[in-house]
């Protein structure tokens, strides 16, 4: 499948362009995918305005039906854009788009990344490593106390921890990363202005103090159902890997961890007792390779984030030299948590010399490969 490419010359975009991808976020999800080929003709969507059916369909080959909504959602959207825009400040939110510098570069793995992110808070900064944290929403003390400690000491050693906002394991991992004085972000499957559950008000406004509530459904969007399965694929994008606390055999948070096995990402899970059917999820992630974590330096070590405190101590520190030329700009695009196809992109470098860069820059102690590779600059 292809994966929808919108995000080229990613900055700050102005406030026109930014409600055409606002508008264009409205589309459903077969119709977001013709927007490749939009883009890749047209260079972008400004030619869209104005069009009409026919053009569209005989400079694209889209279909007249995806073309009509196409054009649809586009009706007055300066208008319909700045009119939302306004309804979210009002509540102290805001959106960004997938053309923005500051939209989670993680995210651009997915095959079918958010147009449109609804934010409430402010993201943790990218040089935080992000750690989903998720399970059953009917978890019992042994989970709640699980995930609580885990996304606190997590907290304490400068990770933000992603999660759901749902009852449960997902609340429990919001607490824990506060207590902690850590940031997290919450995903939801409904609208920014809709609190779900109502119960999680005060958790949502702590949230939001310190880290961020994210969405990429529409004001007033309900909690519907089938909303959860396509927010689950946010929170394993977003992250590095996913940590499963409690799941029994039907759990959401199984799709999370299926989610990000597809992104590249690694999952853990805490073990359980073999008596209690919230262990039947998570024992058949282990079974099948996930890491089995029982706190949050197992998460750090698997992940690479973190060597053993021993061994550090017997190191002696390397002097670097300085870096110039075409690896001073490869470290520096190594900022931000990005893959290799990113860094790629982003500096037009062949495969073959990006990877002999990056071998170069991992020898010497610029920087560091995560398990799922993503490279990250070394600051110890």
Same mark, same amino acid.
């Not at 402010?122 to 040089?127: A, H, M, V």
């Given at each position: 499948m292809d994966q929808v490419?919108?995000?080229?010359?990613?900055?700050?975009?102005?406030?026109?362009?930014?409600?055409?991808?606002?508008?264009?976020?409205?589309?459903?999800?077969?119709?977001?995918?013709?927007?490749?080929?939009?883009?890749?003709?047209?260079?972008?969507?400004?030619?869209?305005?104005?069009?009409s059916v026919e053009k569209i369909n005989s400079d694209?080959?889209?279909?007249?039906?995806?073309?009509?909504?196409?054009?649809?959602v586009l009706e007055d959207f300066?208008?319909?854009?700045?009119?939302?825009?306004?309804?979210?400040?009002?509540?102290?939110?805001?959106?960004?788009?997938?053309?923005?510098?500051?939209?989670?570069?993680?995210?651009?793995?997915?095959?079918?990344p958010?147009?449109?992110?609804?934010?409430?808070?402010? *993201?943790?900064?990218?040089?935080?490593?992000?750690?989903?944290?998720? $399970? !059953?929403?009917?978890?019992? #003390?042994?989970? /709640? =106390?699980?995930?609580?400690?885990?996304?606190?000491?997590?907290?304490q050693e400068g990770c933000s921890v992603i999660s759901g906002m749902a009852r449960g394991i997902d609340g429990a991992s919001h607490s824990g990363c506060l207590a902690g004085n850590g940031k997290t972000v919450a995903v939801l499957g409904c609208g920014i202005d809709v609190i779900y559950p109502p119960e999680h008000a005060s958790l949502e406004d702590k949230i939001c103090k310190n880290g961020a509530v994210i969405t990429e459904y529409p004001l007033g969007t309900t909690p519907f159902k089938g909303n959860f399965p396509k927010r689950n694929r946010i929170?394993?994008?977003?992250? *590095?890997?996913?940590?499963?606390?409690?799941?029994?055999?039907?759990? $959401? !948070?199984?799709?999370?961890? #299926?989610?990000? /096995? =597809?992104?590249?990402?690694?999952?853990?899970?805490?073990?359980?007792?073999?008596?209690?059917?919230l262990s039947v999820g998570t024992h058949g992630l282990l079974k099948d390779g996930a890491h089995p974590v029982e706190n949050a330096l197992d998460v750090l070590r698997f992940l690479n984030l973190k060597e053993d405190i021993k061994e550090k101590k017997k190191k002696i520190p390397k002097e670097k030299p300085e870096l110039d030329g075409q690896l001073?700009?490869?470290?520096?695009?190594?900022?931000?948590f990005k893959t290799t196809n990113q860094i790629a992109e982003e500096l037009s470098l062949p495969a073959g010399?990006?990877?002999?860069?990056?071998?170069?820059?991992?020898?010497?102690g610029y920087i560091k490969r995560c398990n799922n590779g993503i490279f990250i600059k070394n600051l110890s």
């Open positions: 490419n919108l995000n080229s010359n990613r900055q700050k975009s102005d406030p026109n362009n930014r409600y055409i991808y606002l508008a264009l976020s409205k589309l459903k999800t077969n119709e977001i995918k013709a927007l490749n080929e939009i883009k890749e003709i047209y260079g972008g969507f400004s030619p869209l305005l104005g069009s694209t080959g889209i279909n007249r039906k995806i073309a009509t909504n196409i054009l649809t300066e208008k319909k854009g700045a009119e939302e825009e306004s309804k979210l400040k009002d509540i102290g939110a805001d959106f960004i788009t997938i053309a923005d510098e500051d939209y989670p570069s993680l995210l651009l793995d997915l095959i079918d958010p147009i449109v992110l609804y934010i409430k808070g402010k *993201l943790p900064d990218i040089s935080l490593p992000r750690i989903a944290v998720v $399970g !059953s929403r009917n978890a019992d #003390s042994y989970g /709640l =106390e699980a995930a609580y400690r885990i996304s606190k000491g997590l907290a929170i394993a994008g977003m992250s *590095l890997g996913v940590l499963v606390v409690q799941a029994d055999i039907r759990s $959401g !948070s199984l799709s999370t961890a #299926s989610q990000a /096995l =597809e992104y590249g990402r690694e999952v853990m899970a805490v073990p359980g007792s073999i008596f209690n059917q001073k700009l490869i470290f520096e695009a190594t900022d931000g010399m990006l990877l002999s860069g990056l071998s170069h820059l991992e020898s010497e």
